[in-house]
């Protein structure tokens, strides 16, 4: 009875023993023998720190942020100076787009290459150049056009018209005119023609005449002062 208590008790340590071991090879031999490992042992010390790697590509731009505030005098000061000079910059590469044809009174400059058309082609001329049709608020004005004019030997075209009126004569900028400078009885639709533009002659005198007839075109830009 006590031989079998004892065979019990080695049965039941074997049994334990094979429960916490693992069966590993033992490559090195052309033989694959199997042996008891036992239990996994802790972690090694950390290596060593490895190269650093290459630089990314860079991220796609950011949103534009928000207008800045300009508030104090200094600042207004500035952007009024950058305002008279954008303003110079844009006549003078005007200027330089014409020739011969030129003429300043004031605040405006009168600009023209010696073409000639009729009146929605003049005015379509001086748009899209980023002016207006040649029109007088002065006899100083009017003097600067009518030199054109004698640079070139033509009669030329103002922008001042009676197209949305008749008989009330209006700027490009369509404000019922306060200077005049008419030729003697003119206006005055001559044989009983509809002339509703005007010319500027040579003289320095206006005088009506019928839109589609061919004169100098002369543009007119602000200029603004600093």
């Known amino acids: 009875m006590k031989a079998l208590r004892v065979f019990g008790v080695l049965l039941l340590h074997v049994a334990l023993v094979m429960s916490s071991t693992q069966i590993c090879q ?7 023998s199997i042996i008891t490992c036992g239990a996994p042992g802790k972690d090694g010390e950390k290596g060593e720190k490895g190269e650093r790697g290459i630089i990314g590509l860079p991220g796609f731009p950011g949103h534009p942020g928000p207008p800045g505030d300009c508030k104090d005098s200094v600042c207004e000061d500035l952007q009024s100076k950058l305002k008279a000079l954008e303003g110079q910059l844009k006549a003078q590469q005007t200027e330089s787009f014409f020739f011969k044809g030129r003429a300043r009174s004031s605040d405006k400059i009168f600009l023209s290459d010696g073409d000639q058309g009729n009146f929605n082609e003049a005015k379509a001329r001086c748009t899209n150049a980023g002016g207006q049709m040649a029109s007088p608020r002065n006899s100083d004005e009017n003097k ?23 008989g009330i004569y209006r700027d490009p900028s369509n404000e019922v005119i306060s200077y005049t400078n008419w030729k003697e009885n003119e206006p005055n639709n001559y044989q009983g023609i509809q002339e509703n533009c005007v010319e500027l002659q040579n003289t320095g005198k206006w005088n009506d005449i019928v839109c589609e007839a061919k004169r100098l075109i002369i543009c007119e830009f ?4 600093g």
Do not use: H, M
């Open 26 to 32: 033992d490559v090195e031999k052309s033989g694959c």
């Open 144 to 166: 600067a056009i009518l030199s054109i004019n004698k640079q070139y030997g033509f009669v030329s075209y103002l922008g001042i018209n009676e197209l949305e009126t008749p």
């Open 222 to 225: 602000f200029i603004s002062r």
